[in-house]
């Protein structure tokens, strides 16, 4: 169990900016996030694409965005809890919360902020019949363990970097790979394309272009064959033992609307003095949260987690009064931030 004073769902700009806020204010947080990088849409979605709008920095890309967002958190050692979903929220008896993730990290919190975004990133799913069947035993949307695919036959479905990738780095594990991708162009870098169809010119691989999954055929979540569906042409039958599917990554609102929370479509429901949601102690910054006026604009977070900042420690410390500080002239704030003469 892991004692803190906020936990943070999301590791979005957000949720980075939040850990400052607080750590500006002396509070401790504990950020959690499904995917594997920190930075939420801004590395997932366009981590080379520059960004105007933030003030004080005329142009950035969403990667540099977030490299400086975690270099202005490093003073506040903020506990990072990557490729993990929070799953449960609940609030105990002594108005305190406890949290849990899909990988069974518990904490115990004073607050929580739910920096969600547009939802918790998980990977597309196959949509094939009964393809739920296999998922987990030998249907894949992640790699754990590149052993287990020793001496086995696969197929790989995609044309992104992950699917690329997979193929190369298990081009010596397996017995075969076959690579299925619906285009014949792919989105992966030049490099990686040009690898894969050397192994396809030397006999070593296989792959079908233009095509699609259309069945999966096994017994008990053993897999013997999937059916591949041409867009010109008849159906082939692929003996494998495995199907590793890497089509992308979709947000998905997921265990957020379980919360007992006052959602609004896709949204939480906030007030526009503390970002606190309808159960007192759980704030909502950034993409998730509505109030009449909402942008989901970058800069518009970032106050909205300075505003929340300061009701959290007015709500943690109730007796005591939250004065402003400048973090140009505040001794205690150069403390916090590691720049005291
Ligand atoms: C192509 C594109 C360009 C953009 N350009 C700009 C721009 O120029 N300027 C601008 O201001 N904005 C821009 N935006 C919008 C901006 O990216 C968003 O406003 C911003 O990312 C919102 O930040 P956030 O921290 O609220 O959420 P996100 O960035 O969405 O991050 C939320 C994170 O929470 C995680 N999460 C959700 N639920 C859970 C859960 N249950 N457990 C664990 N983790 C969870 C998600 O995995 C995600 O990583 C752009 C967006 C796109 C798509």
Not at 68 to 77: A, D, M, T
């Amino acid at each position: 169990m892991i004692n803190t004073d906020v936990v943070i769902v999301g590791a979005g700009p957000c949720g980075l900016f939040q850990v400052f806020e607080l750590g500006l204010l002396g509070l401790k947080a504990e950020v959690v996030d499904s995917i594997r990088q920190p930075g939420g849409q801004c590395t997932e979605l366009y981590p080379d694409k520059p960004i105007y709008d933030i003030p004080g920095i005329p142009v950035c890309s969403g990667e540099e965005l977030t490299e400086g967002l975690l270099k202005q958190i490093e003073p506040f050692n903020c506990g990072m809890h990557l490729h993990e979903e929070v799953t449960v929220v609940r609030k105990d008896s002594d108005d305190s919360f406890h949290v849990e993730t899909n990988a069974g990290t518990q904490f115990h919190a004073k607050a929580i902020v739910i920096a969600g975004g547009v939802g918790s990133f998980q990977p597309r799913q196959l949509r094939v019949p009964g393809a739920e069947d296999f998922a987990g035993k030998t249907l894949h949307y992640s790699v754990q363990d590149p052993q287990q695919f020793a001496g086995k036959k696969l197929a790989i479905l995609g044309g992104g970097d992950s699917a690329l990738d997979w193929v190369l780095e298990l081009i010596d594990v397996a017995e075969h790979i076959t690579l299925v991708h619906r285009r014949d162009e792919y989105r992966a870098v030049p490099s990686s394309v040009d690898k894969m169809r050397k192994l396809v010119a030397a006999g070593k691989m296989n792959v079908i272009e233009k095509a699609k999954a259309s069945a999966i055929d096994g017994v008990d979540g053993l897999i013997n064959s999937i059916t591949i569906q041409p867009k010109d042409g008849q159906p082939v039958d692929v003996p494998v033992d495995h199907v590793l599917v890497f089509f992308g990554l979709a947000p998905k609102l997921g265990p957020i609307a379980e919360w007992g929370l006052d959602i609004n479509r896709k949204t939480i429901n906030v007030d526009t003095e503390k970002f606190e949601t309808s159960v007192p102690g759980i704030y909502a910054i950034g993409d998730i949260n509505y109030y009449p006026g909402k942008k989901k604009l970058i800069l518009c977070g970032f106050h909205e987690a300075a505003l929340a900042a300061f009701a959290i420690k007015q709500r943690i410390e109730p007796d005591k009064k939250v004065r402003l500080q400048y973090t140009t002239t505040s001794p205690l704030m150069h403390e916090r931030l590691g720049v005291t003469d």
